[in-house]
């Protein structure tokens, strides 16, 4: 798996990584999900780059141009609540592409050891095409790994692009172990460490109560 950390990189994705970041500006959880809506648009530009294009002729009002355009049957899936934000960053520059949704959640077993349960699947076939997998958090990797194995029921995938907010080394080193070869990582941040409960730190906490509130 080829891993693009745009961290790595000054630019304004900078910027909006230390307002989600920001306790007090965390408080408000509709501009929390418009950074993580921007953060999206930024990471779905740059993964871009990578897709196949071929070239189309326009007629303007004066003539006609040669343009290239993307090519691949693209599929957005998205881990539910949490990814709805990044989800719609993404279809705001990929607006002709097909959705699917899957819940992933912890099922804690004691304080600090979870499964990942998969419950809920709404998905197009995936047969040949390429799959963008949309979780702002990538902490312990397991919850996508379970996303990997229920996605393989609807269809051989091409290539699979996963975009993600933050990270923790750990988990994208857990990812690249599971994912085909070819899959990509496109990640606006990596952070160092896990906690001893499996979340990211320093991170920014629970995505999903930020955006959405609080969940019992």
């Keep these: 798996m080829t891993v693009h950390n745009l961290a790595e990189t000054n630019s304004v994705l900078n910027h909006f990584i230390s307002e989600i970041r920001d306790l007090e500006i965390q408080k408000d ?26 070239s189309k002729t326009v007629q303007t009002p004066l003539g006609e141009k040669n343009v290239s355009i993307v090519s691949e ?16 960053g993404v279809l705001n520059y990929f607006d002709q592409i097909e959705n699917a949704f899957i819940s992933a959640y912890r099922k804690h077993t004691t304080t600090e050891d979870f499964d990942i349960k998969v419950e809920y699947l709404a998905s197009p ?33 091409k290539q699979i692009h996963i975009v993600s907010v933050i990270a ?8 690249a172990k599971h994912f ?34 609080e969940k019992i």
């Excluded at 959880?29 to 071929?54: A, C, D, T, V």
């Excluded at 539910?80 to 990044?86: E, F, I, N, Y």
């Excluded at 923790?168 to 990812?175: I, L, N």
Aim: glycine share 10%.
């Design 168 to 175: 923790a080394r750990e988990g994208v080193e857990f990812v």
């Design 73 to 88: 049957k693209l599929v957005l899936c998205s881990v539910l609540r949490a990814g709805l934000p990044l989800h719609q």
């Design 125 to 157: 076939s995936l047969e040949g095409k390429t799959v963008i997998l949309a979780d702002p958090m990538l902490a312990t990797g397991s919850s996508l790994v379970a996303v990997l194995k229920a996605l393989k029921n609807m269809g051989n995938i």
């Design 29 to 54: 959880s509709m501009r929390f999900r418009r950074n993580i809506e921007r953060i999206g648009e930024i990471l779905s530009y740059e993964m871009s780059q990578k897709l196949s294009f071929r």
């Design 180 to 213: 085909p070869e070819n899959s990509h990582l496109w990640v606006a941040t990596i952070d160092a460490d896990l906690n001893s409960k499996g979340y990211i730190v320093p991170g920014l906490g629970d995505a999903g109560d930020l955006a959405f509130g």
